[in-house]
T-cell receptor, first 110, second 113 residues
Framework: GNSVTQMEGPVTLSEEAFLTINCTYTATGYPSLFWYVQYPGEGLQLLLKATKADDKGSNKGFEATYRKETTSFHLEKGSVQVSDSAVYFCALIDFPKLVFGKGMKLTVNP | NAGVTQTPKFQVLKTGQSMTLQCAQDMNHEYMSWYRQDPGMGLRLIHYSVGAGITDQGEVPNGYNVSRSTTEDFPLRLLSAAPSQTSVYFC????????????FGPGTRLTVL
């Protein structure tokens, strides 16, 4: 079946550091891909998405590009802030469900 | 517009007790679902519904029941709680046509002793 593999961490960075969170997928066809973020004590929020190959999703300074050649959807941010501390989930659609990676906890220190 | 709401936020049960986790949305979404989140396992689908009166099983349905009598509400019932059901439970909803746009509730943290 379809699956998602992502970096699990936890990862600790200093403010203004560069962030990459790797995500690769196994799927039949080319499903829509997502990054969700979970801030402490909250539910999941959609951070960005890409619905077809070569699409780039972006939001709040985060970016990810749908790469069908490498079956990847890596999340990047050029300069992280303390407020980016959260758990990040890579996911794909496999109706009726979202298939999630295991999540990666990011802590950003001032 | 409250979005997706869940109650309670926290609950402690003893083995064998029953309870209902509530989920409501005010966006007129057709699709609603329940996930459980366990450490190191991401989120897994328990049950889902594509409209009032229609429900179906997800990946991990055993020990849980659902019903969908209205578009707004999608309660999750634990008939006889077990320690293995200790988890954080999330409800999510979306329009069927825009399934890409899932909205999640804040979660219920359940502990079964």
């Amino acid at each position: 079946g379809n699956s998602v593999t992502q970096m699990e961490g936890p990862v600790t960075l200093s403010e203004e550091a560069f962030l990459t969170i790797n995500c690769t997928y196994t799927a039949t066809g080319y499903p829509s891909l997502f990054w969700y973020v979970q801030y402490p004590g909250e539910g999941l929020q959609l951070l960005l998405k890409a619905t077809k190959a070569d699409d780039k999703g972006s939001n709040k300074g985060f970016e990810a590009t749908y790469r069908k050649e490498t079956t990847s959807f890596h999340l990047e941010k050029g300069s992280v802030q303390v407020s980016d501390s959260a758990v990040y989930f890579c996911a794909l659609i496999d109706f009726p469900k979202l298939v999630f990676g295991k999540g990666m906890k990011l802590t950003v220190n001032p | 517009n409250a979005g997706v709401t869940q109650t309670p936020k926290f609950q402690v049960l003893k083995t064998g007790q029953s309870m209902t986790l509530q989920c409501a949305q005010d966006m007129n979404h057709e699709y609603m679902s329940w996930y459980r989140q366990d450490p190191g396992m991401g989120l897994r689908l328990i049950h889902y519904s594509v409209g009032a009166g229609i429900t179906d099983q997800g990946e991990v349905p055993n020990g849980y029941n659902v019903s969908r009598s209205t578009t707004e509400d999608f309660p999750l019932r634990l008939l006889s709680a077990a320690p293995s059901q200790t988890s954080v439970y999330f409800c999510a909803s979306s329009y069927i046509a825009s399934y890409n746009e899932q909205f999640f509730g804040p979660g219920t943290r359940l502990t079964v002793l």
